[in-house]
């Protein structure tokens, strides 16, 4: 079954930029018809959608997000990666990137997810 792994920095300062790589297994990223996102978990709220990949490479995001997400991909290591610009602290988290097949809901596979927290 497809397995992802995210990895970066657990710690960022106010008005940096969160950067966020998921490491997929087992299924390639440009293959039909997954999709690939990322999602985020606030301590004491639910989880909510930022934005996700299609296997052909087109982008989509939270429109709430929109303006500070940018969502990439390295084919060639089979990743996709997260920066979320001008952090604060309300942008701590747990990040988890998760897969799904034709749409960007009804997760199939999750990571298990990396603490961020945005502190000084």
């Known amino acids: 079954q497809v397995q992802l792994q995210e990895s970066g920095p657990g710690l960022v300062k106010p008005s940096q930029t969160l950067s966020l790589t998921c490491t997929v297994s087992?299924?390639?990223?440009?293959?039909?018809?997954?999709?690939w996102n990322w999602l985020r978990q606030p301590p004491g709220k639910g989880l909510e959608w930022m934005g996700g990949?299609?296997?052909?490479?087109?982008?989509y995001y939270n429109p709430s997000l929109k303006s500070r997400t940018t969502i990439s991909r390295d084919t060639s290591k089979n990743q996709f990666t997260l920066q979320l610009s001008s952090v604060v602290p309300e942008d701590t988290a747990v990040y988890y990137c998760?897969?799904?097949?034709?749409?960007?809901?009804?997760?199939?596979?999750r990571g298990q997810g990396t603490q961020v927290t945005v502190s000084s």
């Open positions: 087992v299924a390639s990223i440009t293959a039909k018809p997954y999709y």
């Open positions: 990949i299609t296997f052909s490479g087109t982008t």
């Open positions: 998760a897969s799904s097949l034709g749409s960007f809901s009804d997760y199939d596979h």
